[in-house]
């Protein structure tokens, strides 16, 4: 790491904002794992949306979104119908290899410069990004719950290895 | 807003992170001001602690965190217990003013750098301070799901002003 007397000093790189990123995307793989599959797509409280919902809306905003700021093309037509746990997770593992190899192409510049994500949500680029990263943090906080009032302990949620 | 032609292009700016995190405080206290008086340290789901237990935890980590990360000393005997919801939001209100004081405080090069929050806690500052920051959007995400469960409607999440 670097540190104070570096010529360029930085809040956050882009790599350690991918691995920041990659690191809660692995914690929420794991919430997904948790929840029994007859509950994935059917439980929920007060009326939200189930755990399955989210991850896939969670899936449709992530890599489409990194893919919109790299390309200029926003794609937002995937389906976010039910399917089986297993048929999320692989989702998610592509999702997961894609951002990979997509972020490099996202040059450093991009992170300031003004989007409209999906033709309708205009922002930086880094906002919109933290939105996508945030968005994922909050309705995973919601799976906790439906685990937990299902009696299933949740990930820890510092673990992100 | 800068663009690609700026010499030392960054993701975000201490000033934006900043932003962006009291952003989110503005988001926390309103959900801790939709919670009824009577609910907000008693209510719960699944065995949880309420979510004045979890904003006490939130202010006992923001301003401890930055004062400790600019002054090197570190303060954790905060008391959690339950109180009014009014002296909850004082406190809230209180750490807000004192988090935008201190930030000027903190140079950039220290993001970098490696420290042991409270003591215990070891890490780059930016990765330490991004952890309190999504704890704070975990548990608020927690604290929707009381509030849908006891037919309150949330603030709108993307609503940070």
């Known amino acids: 790491m670097s540190d104070g007397s570096v010529a360029n000093p930085v809040v956050i790189s882009p790599e350690a904002l991918l691995a ?21 797509f059917t439980y929920s409280i007060g009326g939200m949306r189930s755990f399955g919902e989210l991850a896939m809306e969670m899936i449709s905003m ?46 450093i510049e991009r992170f300031q410069k003004t989007i409209t994500a999906f033709g309708q949500f205009e922002g930086t680029t880094y906002d919109l990004l933290l939105y996508i990263i945030d968005n994922e943090i909050h309705h995973r906080g919601q799976g906790y719950v439906y685990l937990r009032s299902l009696g299933i302990e949740p990930p820890p949620f510092y673990e992100r290895h």
Request: hydrophobic share 35%.
């Open 62 to 107: 992530a890599l489409p979104f990194l893919r919109g700021a790299v390309t200029g093309e926003w794609e937002s037509s995937m389906s976010r119908e039910p399917r089986g746990r297993d048929e999320v997770l692989r989702l998610w593992d592509e999702s997961t290899e894609q951002i990979d190899a997509l972020w490099e192409k996202l040059p």
């Open 20 to 40: 920041h990123w990659q690191g809660h995307r692995r914690l929420t793989r794991r919430v997904i794992q948790a929840f029994p599959e007859d509950r994935l």
